[in-house]
C-alpha cells in the first residue's frame, strides 16, 4: 500500500512593533525578567486593553504579501484558558472573523510549482515563560505577554517534507522583507506547528492528523515531517488507528512523543472581547498598505535575473534574506559587475561569516567596499588570490580595500621594466626548465610563472608576467641554437 | 452649623464664602463616620490622615468650592486607588494593593477631591443587597434591619447618611440606582463610555458604568462634570464634547414628552410605589410635559439576557484571580491545578461562585449558540426596542425598582427572588443609554421610593432637567431624612 502524507502548518510570528499589542511596554527580546511590564500586560485588576495600531498595519502587510484578502470588518475575541504563563487567564485573539482570509503562496520543489492556500491569518497576543528551575517551584517571566504575534494557517496542501519546509522558508522570507516581523528564529520569533495525517494513495478521505507544536528550525521542521509521517505509515500498516492527538518534537533524540489526546482538548469558551473594539479598515487603508509594500522576494529574484544577468540560482540565493539582497543591490549600484558581486556572496562572503559567527546584519564591510574589491580585480590592481587575502584583512576590520592593498603592498605589478628584472633572474636560476621547454616540454612555462609569482609575492599581473617569460625564454633558446 | 447637612452645591457655596474651611468639613464628615460607621457598616477602609492633609492643601491652594476642590467623598471598594487596598469586597482581593489609580480616582484627586476612604459592596459588584461582601453587612440608614439595596450599597449609605458629600459606584444591572432608590439619593448611571472604566475592576465589561451617588440631582450634574470625558486607555470610552451638566439645569419640561409605559407596572409593584409613579405623571404635566404611552416589549427577556451576558463575561473577567500573582492563595495545596482549585474555592463567595458557573456553561462548546448567542440577539432586539420608544419621547419614567427596601436576609436563600429586584434596571445597561434614579417618596413605613428617568445615548443633560423638575415637585428631602440621630 501507497500512502500520501497530507500537512497543513500553523505559523505564529512576533510582529516587530516597538511596543506590545495592548500596552506601551518594549517588545525587545532579552531583558531581565519581568522588566518590561506593567499593569496592563500583567493583568491586573481593573486594566483594559488598547490596540497598537501598528499590528492591524502590520497584520495587513502580512495578508497582502501572503495573497489574503483583507477583512473590512474583523473583531478580536478572548479564548478563556487557566496558565500562568497567561495572566489574564485568556488569550486575546481572534476566532470567527479574522484580519485576513483566502490566500495563497506558490512554492517550487524539484523544479515543480505548487500552491499553497492560506485559509487565514489572524491576530493575537503572545504569552510569558515558564522556568522551571530548582525543585521549589516554577517561576513566571512575562516580559513577552502581549508582544503581538499573527497565526498563518494554511489549508492541508504540502504533500512532503521538503514541501513544508520550502512553504515555510518562503513565509519566513516574504514577512522578513515586508518588515512585519524579524523571523530571529533562535528568539523563537517565529515558530512553526505541522498538522499531519497520512491517507491511501489516491484516496479523497483524510487520513486522522496529530500536530506537532513549537517546531523552532526548519531542520527540526523537515526532521518532524519525516519522523511522524513513517510513523504513521508504520503504525497503519500494523493496522492501528492513529490517535487525533498533539506529539511533542524531541529535536535532539529526533523522534516525536505523545502529549496530549483530543479527548483532553480544552474548551476555549471563545466569545467577543468586550472590552475593544471591532477592527475596522477601509478600503483606502489596505491600498495605503499595498503601497507600502516593499519588492517582494518572487518579483526581486525576477529582477535581478532580467536587469543584471545574473543565473536564476544567484538571485534566488541573494534574495533569500532582505539583507543580503539590499547589499547586493548597494554594491551592484557603487561598481556595475552583478555577476562578480553575486558570486563573493554566494561563496567567500557566506563561508567568512560563518567562521566568524557573523551574519549580514553583522558584517564589518558595506556593499561599497565589496564593490571597491571587485573594481580592484577587474581594474587588475590586484589578482583575485590578492583580492581573497584582501578580504581577510577586510573581515579584520582593516576597511577601505584599496588602503589594505597599499598598507600591505599588494598592489600588482604592472611595471613591465621591474618585473622583466625578476623574471631575468628567475630564468637565471631555473636552466632546467629553458632547456625542457626547449626539448619541448611546454609545462616547464607554468613552473617559471609559479615562481615568478613566488618571487613577486603574487603581485605580478600574470598575464603579463606570462608574455615576458615568452619573450625572454624564447630569446634565450634561439640564442643558443 | 453641622456641614454635612448640606448638599455639595450647598458646601462649595460654604467654601467659596470661606464659611468653613475644607479641613474642618473633612473633619466633621470624619466625627460624622465615627457616629454612625458602627450602626451602618458602609467604609471598608477609610483614609483620614491623608484626606485632612489634602483638605489642608487645597485650603492652602486656596481653591476650595472650585469644582470638586476640598469636596469629601467616597469610593466604592472596585476603584483601585494605589497604595491602598482594593478589594471588590472579597477575600480573594483582601490583601490587594493596585500598583496604579484608576482614571476617576486620578481625576477626582487633581481636582482636589478629598478621599474619605472606600465603601462596602456586592462582591466583585455582584448582589442587589450589599449582603454578598466578605466582609460586612451593610445597613440601611432609613431602617437599619433592611438591606441598602446593591451592589453599591456602601455608596448610597456614605451619602444617605452624610458620611460624605457624594461617593461613586458602578452600575452593571442597577448597581447605582437600585441602592440610590432603596436609600433615598440621587444615583446615575450614565451613557456607556462617557465615564472611563479604566481601573474599575470589571465584573461585566459591556455592561460596568461607573456613576455618581449624590444628595440632589444638582449635585448629580456637578460630579458628572468631574468623571465625564474620554480616556485614550479605555477602548470603549466615547469620544465626544464635553457638557456642562449643570448648565440650565433649572430649563423644565414645558413641551418634553415624557414617556410611560405599562410594562413597568402592574403586579409586583408595591402599590405606593406606583402612587408615586402617579403623582410623578401628574408633576409633569404640571410642568407642562405631554406624557405619552410607550411599550417595552422585553422587560423578562432583559433580565434573561443580562443574566447571561453578565454571567459570561463575568466568568472571563474573574479567571485572573488565581493566586498566582496577587491576591490570596490557598495555604496548602498539592501541585498548581489544586493551588488554582483552592485559591478559587476559598477566595470567592457563594454568589459569585454561581455566576462563574452559569457564565461558563453559558460559553461552553454545544450552549454557546443557545445561550451567549441568543442573548446578544435579545440584546440588539432591547436596543432596537429603546431606539423606537426614544422616538416618540424625550425621556422615560419608570419606578427604580417595585417595591421598597426589603429586611436583611430576606431574600438570601433565594437567588431568583434576588435577581428580580433588578427587573426594572438591566434593560438600561442592555442598551447602554443612561438613566438617573431619585426619591419619589416614602411609603408607609417611612421607607425610600426610587423613581427611575431612561433617556436616549449622551441624553444625560435632557435627563437631568427632567429629574430636576421632578425632584422640585416632590421636595423629597426637605420632607424626610433618616432618623440615625
Not at chain 1, 245 to 270: F, I, L, N, P, Q
Not at chain 1, 271 to 292: H, T
Not at chain 1, 351 to 376: D, N, Q, Y
Request: a negative charge; proline letters at 4%; charged letters at 25%.
Amino acid at each position: 500500500m501507497e500512502y500520501d502524507i497530507v500537512i497543513g502548518m500553523e505559523i505564529h510570528a512576533e510582529l516587530a512593533t516597538k511596543t506590545k499589542i495592548f500596552c506601551s511596554c518594549p517588545t525587545t527580546f532579552g531583558a531581565d525578567e519581568n522588566t518590561h511590564t506593567c499593569p496592563v500586560c500583567l493583568g491586573m485588576p481593573g486594566v483594559l486593553p488598547v490596540l497598537n495600531k501598528k499590528v492591524v498595519e502590520y497584520a495587513t502587510k502580512a495578508g497582502l504579501a501572503l495573497n489574503c484578502k483583507i477583512a473590512n470588518f474583523s473583531k478580536m475575541d478572548r479564548k478563556n484558558y487557566f496558565y500562568p504563563d497567561l495572566p489574564k487567564a485568556f488569550q486575546t485573539s481572534q476566532f470567527d472573523l479574522p484580519i485576513c482570509v483566502g490566500g495563497v503562496l506558490d512554492i517550487e520543489v524539484g523544479g515543480e510549482t505548487r500552491p499553497i492556500g492560506i485559509t487565514r491569518i489572524h491576530i493575537e497576543e503572545d504569552a510569558g515563560k515558564l522556568i522551571h528551575e530548582g525543585a521549589d517551584g516554577t517561576l513566571v517571566d512575562v516580559n513577552r505577554c502581549g508582544v503581538p504575534l499573527i497565526e498563518i494557517v494554511t489549508e492541508p496542501d504540502m504533500r512532503s517534507a521538503e514541501e513544508a519546509r520550502a512553504f515555510a522558508e518562503k513565509v519566513r522570507n516574504i514577512l522578513e522583507y515586508t518588515g512585519v516581523s524579524d523571523c530571529k528564529m533562535e528568539e523563537g520569533s517565529i515558530r512553526f506547528d505541522v498538522n499531519l495525517s497520512v491517507k491511501e494513495k489516491g484516496s479523497d478521505v483524510l487520513g486522522t492528523r496529530t500536530e506537532m507544536k513549537n517546531l523552532n528550525s526548519f531542520r527540526a521542521l523537515e526532521r518532524a515531517v519525516h519522523y511522524e509521517s513513517k510513523r504513521q505509515i508504520i503504525e497503519l500498516k500494523k493496522g492501528h488507528r492513529i490517535i487525533q492527538e498533539t506529539r511533542k518534537w524531541d529535536d535532539v533524540k529526533g523522534v516525536s512523543s505523545s502529549m496530549r489526546s483530543k479527548e483532553e482538548a480544552h474548551d476555549y469558551r471563545y466569545f467577543p472581547e468586550p472590552d475593544l473594539v471591532p477592527i475596522v479598515i477601509s478600503d483606502e487603508e489596505i491600498a495605503r498598505a499595498k503601497a507600502e509594500l516593499p519588492e517582494l522576494p518572487e518579483a526581486k529574484k525576477a529582477r535581478y535575473v532580467s536587469e543584471y544577468g545574473i543565473p536564476e540560482y544567484d538571485a534566488s540565493v541573494i534574495t533569500t534574506s532582505k539583507v543580503s539582497a539590499a547589499y547586493f543591490e548597494e554594491a551592484v549600484a557603487a561598481y556595475h559587475e552583478p555577476k562578480l558581486i553575486a558570486n563573493w556572496l554566494m561563496v567567500d562572503i557566506p563561508a567568512h561569516l560563518k567562521e566568524r559567527e557573523l551574519t549580514m546584519e553583522t558584517i564589518p564591510f558595506g556593499p561599497s567596499a565589496l564593490a571597491k574589491l571587485v573594481e580592484l580585480i577587474k581594474s587588475g590592481a590586484i589578482s583575485g588570490k590578492i583580492a581573497k587575502s584582501v578580504m581577510e584583512k577586510m573581515f579584520e576590520g582593516e576597511g577601505d580595500p584599496e588602503a589594505i592593498v597599499k598598507a600591505h603592498g599588494w598592489a600588482q605589478m604592472s611595471d613591465s621594466g621591474e618585473l622583466e628584472a625578476i623574471i631575468k633572474q628567475v630564468i637565471e636560476d631555473n636552466p632546467k626548465s629553458v632547456s625542457d621547454i626547449a626539448t619541448g616540454n611546454k609545462k616547464a612555462y607554468g613552473f617559471l610563472t609559479g615562481q615568478v609569482m613566488r618571487a613577486t609575492k603574487g603581485q605580478a599581473n600574470p598575464q603579463m608576467a606570462n608574455q615576458i617569460i615568452r619573450k625572454l625564454v624564447e630569446a634565450q633558446i634561439g640564442k643558443t641554437e | 452649623m453641622d456641614y454635612t447637612k448640606l448638599t455639595l452645591h450647598e458646601t462649595k457655596q460654604a467654601l467659596k464664602n470661606g464659611e468653613v474651611t475644607s479641613e474642618a468639613l473633612t473633619q466633621a464628615y470624619i466625627d460624622r463616620i465615627g457616629a454612625v460607621e458602627p450602626k451602618l457598616d458602609a467604609y471598608l477602609a477609610t483614609t483620614f490622615d491623608s484626606a485632612l492633609e489634602h483638605a489642608k492643601a487645597v485650603d492652602k491652594a486656596g481653591n476650595a468650592g472650585d469644582g470638586l476642590a476640598g469636596i469629601p467623598y467616597a469610593l466604592k471598594d472596585n476603584m483601585c486607588t494605589k497604595g491602598m487596598t482594593t478589594t471588590c469586597a472579597s477575600k480573594i482581593l483582601s490583601n490587594f494593593v493596585s500598583p496604579y489609580d484608576s482614571t476617576v480616582y486620578a481625576g477626582l484627586k487633581d481636582a482636589g477631591a478629598v478621599l474619605l476612604g472606600k465603601v462596602n459592596m456586592d462582591e466583585f459588584a455582584m448582589g442587589s443587597s450589599t449582603e454578598n461582601s466578605a466582609f460586612k453587612t451593610t445597613k440601611n440608614p432609613w431602617d437599619t434591619t433592611k438591606v441598602p439595596g446593591g451592589s453599591s450599597g456602601g455608596s448610597a449609605v456614605s451619602v444617605a447618611a452624610d458620611m460624605a458629600a457624594f461617593s461613586l459606584g458602578s452600575d452593571t444591572g442597577g448597581s447605582i440606582r437600585q441602592p440610590a432608590a432603596l436609600c433615598g439619593v440621587v444615583g446615575m448611571k450614565p451613557t456607556y463610555g462617557l465615564v472611563s472604566r479604566y481601573g474599575l475592576v470589571a465584573f461585566a465589561s459591556s455592561l460596568d458604568q461607573i456613576g455618581p451617588f449624590t444628595k440632589d440631582v444638582e449635585d448629580c450634574a456637578i460630579v458628572l462634570n468631574a468623571i465625564a470625558g474620554y480616556d485614550h486607555r479605555d477602548s470603549t470610552s466615547l469620544n465626544v464634547p464635553k457638557v456642562d451638566y449643570t448648565q440650565d439645569l433649572t430649563e423644565g419640561v414645558k413641551g418634553k414628552k415624557i414617556g410611560v409605559s405599562k410594562s413597568f407596572a402592574g403586579e409586583g409593584v408595591q402599590p405606593e410605589v406606583q402612587k408615586a409613579m402617579d403623582e410623578a405623571v401628574a408633576a409633569y404635566k404640571d410642568a407642562g410635559a405631554e406624557i405619552v404611552e410607550v411599550d417595552f416589549n422585553y422587560l423578562d427577556q432583559a433580565l434573561a439576557a443580562y443574566y447571561i451576558i453578565a454571567c459570561a463575561e463575568a466568568s472571563s473577567n474573574l479567571a485572573r484571580y488565581d493566586g498566582v500573582r496577587y491576591g490570596v492563595r490557598a495555604k496548602e495545596y498539592s501541585g498548581l491545578i489544586d493551588m488554582y482549585r483552592k485559591s478559587r474555592s476559598q477566595g470567592f463567595g457563594a454568589e459569585v461562585k454561581r455566576r462563574i458557573m452559569l457564565g461558563t456553561y453559558a460559553l461552553s462548546s454545544g450552549y454557546y449558540d443557545a445561550y451567549y448567542k441568543k442573548a446578544m440577539q435579545m440584546r440588539t432586539l432591547i436596543v432596537e426596542d429603546f431606539n423606537r420608544i426614544f422616538k416618540s419621547c424625550d425621556v422615560m419614567l419608570t419606578p427604580t425598582t417595585a417595591t421598597t427596601a426589603f429586611g436583611i436576609g430576606e431574600k438570601t436563600a433565594d437567588p431568583l427572588e434576588m435577581y428580580m429586584s433588578d427587573l426594572f434596571t438591566v434593560p438600561v445597561n442592555i442598551s447602554g443609554m443612561p438613566a438617573i434614579s431619585l426619591p419619589g417618596g416614602l411609603d408607609h413605613e417611612g421607607m425610600p421610593i426610587g423613581l427611575q428617568l431612561i433617556g436616549p445615548a449622551l441624553s444625560e443633560d435632557r435627563m437631568l432637567k427632567a429629574a430636576y423638575v421632578l425632584e422640585n415637585a416632590v421636595s423629597f428631602r426637605a420632607s424626610a431624612k433618616p432618623a440615625l440621630d
